[in-house]
């Protein structure tokens, strides 16, 4: 029973959970009424906009057997960034290509230092974690940073309850998500992804030039973290410095739910959309429920543990 078991977690185990979990709040006479309503549903794919195109970037870090610890960091800065530029009249292309650029930048910087100085993945993110975040802070001069009317403020928008069309955010994060899945399918970029995930060593005597992918790999998460950043900033309609702390455990949370491995090597894109579904339903059913903001983050973190828990269970209860 235990390898049948094993096995459906592992093929079937995201989809179940996000089906639990929408039926447990769907339970209660006081939420079902709205929770079910697709307004309602409208709203949840929104809230996981964030953290489903941050999720996507992560998939490629795990995948490739490292972590990024400053995605919300990453995040505050791009939205701070860009919320400078609108104020200074940079139209919506021009504000979105530097905050990907911005993102990308931040990721290469991780990337060179941790594939090319050779050092860990966790203690590198972590320092830039806090780089990120103060630098935000300086240049909003630690206060939220106000700018006139932008076409990027409707991105996030689910006004006009009786509407059916889904905000552009929800679009852009499906096309993405769709694109991420057959690059790291169909890709050599992608096979070379989970190879150095398996085994950095092997796949450097293959020929694998494990050092260069890896930087890539991360520039390439620093433009998501950076859209995300964007659509971060779409949301609240201004740049806020303090904004996403603690981004990174629901980004991480999402992927080793959707079947990731922490160990890397393992990991789909499909995966870590239906995990930040999870923790998109989470957090909205706790909000309707009534539930305080201490509880909530109890939740949160009892599902990162258990995140933790499924990923070793995948793999056999192997460290």
Excluded at 88 to 114: D, E, K, S
Excluded at 182 to 195: E, M, S
């Amino acid at each position: 029973m235990t390898p049948l078991l094993r096995a459906i977690v592992k093929k079937g185990g995201p989809f179940i959970g996000l089906i639990l979990v929408i039926a447990i709040f769907s339970a209660p006479s006081e939420t079902r009424g709205y929770f079910l309503t697709y307004h309602n549903f409208k709203i949840i794919l929104t809230q996981s906009v964030i953290v489903t195109i941050g999720s996507l970037g992560m998939t490629l870090i795990i995948v490739s057997g490292a972590i990024d610890l400053s995605v919300g960091s990453v995040v505050a800065l791009t939205g701070v960034s860009s919320a400078l530029l609108l104020q200074h009249g940079w139209g919506a292309a021009a504000t979105t290509l530097a905050a990907v650029a911005l993102g990308g930048l931040i990721g290469l910087v991780n990337g060179t230092a941790v594939a090319g100085l050779r050092m860990p993945s966790f203690i590198i993110t972590l320092g830039m974690l806090g780089i990120a975040r103060g630098t935000a802070k300086w240049l909003a001069d630690n206060q939220t940073v106000s700018y006139d009317t932008s076409p990027i403020n409707q991105w996030m928008t689910t006004a006009n309850p009786s509407g059916r069309a889904l905000p552009a955010g929800v679009w852009v994060a499906i096309v993405l998500a769709l694109a991420t899945s057959l690059f790291l399918k169909k890709t050599v970029f992608g096979r070379h992804t989970f190879a150095l995930g398996s085994n950095e060593a092997a796949a450097r005597l293959c020929g694998v030039p494990t050092v260069r992918l890896q930087i890539m790999v991360f520039a390439l998460a620093g433009c998501f973290f950076g859209l995300s950043g964007l659509f971060q900033l779409s949301r609240l309609r201004l740049g806020d410095p303090t904004v996403a702390v603690g981004l990174e455990l629901d980004i991480i949370a999402a992927v080793i739910i959707g079947g990731a491995s922490l160990s890397g090597g393992a990991g789909t894109v499909l995966g870590s959309v239906i995990g930040a579904l999870i923790m998109a339903v989470l957090r909205n059913g706790s909000q309707q429920m009534g539930w305080p903001n201490y509880f909530q983050e109890i939740i949160i973190g009892v599902v990162i543990i258990a995140a933790v828990f499924l990923d070793r269970f995948r793999r056999g209860g192997k460290a």
